[in-house]
């Protein structure tokens, strides 16, 4: 039985202060209430540090929104795997859409970042989505196996264990538009197919495939109960306190 992982991805939001109430906020909550899945938040680069202190000896994990694939040099703007381990990071988000569509990473660059984040002791949380012509076109399943492919590309079995896949439709990002639950459930069979093709039975029943893409309390349970939905990757819904702690309730 796959344990169910809800992770909350910040984006551009709060700064230190704002981060301070908000962690504070759902620690309390999480300390009131029994849960049975992990919670992992993804604070902006500049609260991370604090974040890891605010979070020490709670069940809450740490983890980044994107890290380059060198281990320094003159990139500026950037950050490496070794800083966000520096700071107490044990995730770090890889291949969001917005750093796929807005910042113009492909295939080949994410594969270089998650294979350095293995490398470097961080988790990838590896996403994957297709935009809504292709969606609306029928090419979905050549989207998803394209990026899973190409972005685990050079990826052993045992590094696997620590690779969690978040398939985020585009057309559902931040738009109030869900997935179906049949939708979603459909394309995570696809991804566990396609790495049972690639890595076997054991792996397939054990990576984590978590939905994204407008969750929020009201729909989170029913997606949560699909067969292949091991967890959700929260956007908007994970900036309150209240509603992020009713999508880990709904876990």
Not at 61 to 82: C, I, P, W, Y
Request: charged share 25%.
């Amino acid at each position: 039985m796959r344990k169910k992982v809800i992770a909350g991805n910040w984006k551009m939001n709060n700064d230190l202060q704002a981060s301070e109430k908000l962690i504070v906020k759902l620690k309390n909550l999480l300390q009131n209430n029994k849960i049975n899945c992990e919670v992992i938040i993804n604070p902006p680069f500049t609260s991370l540090s604090e974040a890891s202190r605010l979070i020490g000896g709670s069940s809450i994990k740490l983890g980044a929104q994107n890290m380059h694939f060198e281990d320094s040099g003159a990139f500026t703007g950037e950050v490496s795997a070794s800083m966000l381990k520096s700071v107490g990071c044990e995730f770090v988000i890889l291949g969001h859409s917005e750093r796929r569509h807005i910042f113009g990473e492909t295939d080949d660059m994410i594969n270089k970042k998650i294979k350095k984040a293995l490398s470097a002791g961080l988790k990838p949380i590896f996403c994957i989505g297709e935009l809504l012509e292709e969606r609306e076109n029928g090419t979905t399943n050549d989207i998803i196996k394209r990026q899973v492919l190409n972005g685990l590309d050079g990826v052993s079995v045992d590094q696997m264990e620590n690779i969690i896949i978040a398939y985020e439709p585009v057309w559902a990002i931040g738009t109030g538009k869900t997935a179906s639950p049949l939708q979603a459930q459909e394309v995570h069979s696809f991804v566990r197919s396609l790495i049972l093709d690639k890595y076997g039975k054991t792996t397939a029943e054990n990576i984590t495939v978590q939905y994204g893409g407008s969750v929020k309390p009201d729909n989170a349970k029913e997606l949560l109960s699909q067969n292949d939905i091991d967890g959700a990757l929260v956007g908007g819904a994970c900036l309150k306190a209240d509603s992020f702690m009713g999508i880990i309730l709904s876990a």
